[in-house]
């Protein structure tokens, strides 16, 4: 971000705030407003020109929860102060670092079960596959057998024509005898 696109907001010694863009005293509710419509800004102490953003945003907050008369829980002070020495920029990042490890966490583990159910899983695939594999087996036998079948018709066909040949043979030896 440039500095000229940014606008400049001089806190006075007497604790007033001014608006260098719009040559005018404004309030932290006026500087909430603006950040709240999206624009970039910064507070600079107008004696040291040390930029005081962070604390005057800081300031805003804690004015915003004094006015919804919502504080944080006295235990979550506490731990502010036992844990970050009282600054709570040091308890956020911890609470964050906490939160992305509890996350971390709970993938893995999510993760182990999932690979836990896909094995599990793998185990009804092989035997399906087994089956298929032995069904398949058994109609190739089948269609086997049943060419082996269809030779055998054949076979008897034939001897069964050869047999008629034979009858017939024996009934004309038959009548050859009786005359």
Known sequence: MSRSSTRIIKRYQNRKLYDTEASSYVTLDDIASMIRRGEDLAVVDNKTKKDITTTTLTQIILEGEKKTKRFLPIETLKNIIQQGSGSLSHFLAKSVESGKSSITHAKEEAEKQIEGL??????????????????????RQTVENFSGANSLQERIEKLTKKLNILENQIKDLKETFKA
């Open 118 to 139: 896909l094995k599990r899983l793998e185990s009804p695939a092989k035997a399906i596959d087994d089956l298929q594999k032995k069904f398949d087996e058994k109609i």
